[in-house]
């Protein structure tokens, strides 16, 4: 039997499509979904080794009076900037693992505070 054009399959045919969620079933998946952020794995990166960790405290160093200006001196922003992504490079460059200047940041605030304490 040919179907018209806007009959679907016969009630009782293996194709019968299920009904369309309502607008209160979507409404709670929706709720769940934004109640439970963590819920989706996050990719992890690997801490950094004694390499990178390295590399890090040698470019910080090099860079120390624009990324931590002492007294009244001012950087701009876009120095700063330029600089965090100067690190990010020279961090990267020496491994597998891609960094982001929040990774570096983190990792020389976790490093100086091991130190200090």
Do not use: Y
């Not at 009630?11 to 979507?26: F, H, L």
């Not at 390499?51 to 405290?57: F, K, N």
């Not at 600089?83 to 200047?101: F, H, L, M, P």
Request: with cysteine; charged share 25%.
């Amino acid at each position: 039997r040919l179907l018209a054009a806007n009959e679907g399959p016969p009630a009782d045919s293996p194709g019968t499509r299920t009904p369309a969620p309502s607008e209160k079933s979507q409404a709670a998946l929706k709720l769940h979904s934004h109640s439970q952020p963590h819920s989706m794995p996050r990719r992890l990166t690997p801490r950094f080794g004694d390499a990178d960790l390295g590399r890090l405290l040698d470019t910080v160093e090099t860079r120390r009076d624009v990324l931590f200006p002492q007294g009244s001196q001012k950087v701009s922003h876009r120095a700063a900037s330029a600089s965090w992504d100067a690190v990010v490079v020279a961090v990267s460059s020496g491994s597998v693992i891609r960094r982001t200047g929040l990774h570096c940041r983190k990792n020389l605030h976790r490093a100086a505070r091991v130190t200090w304490h």
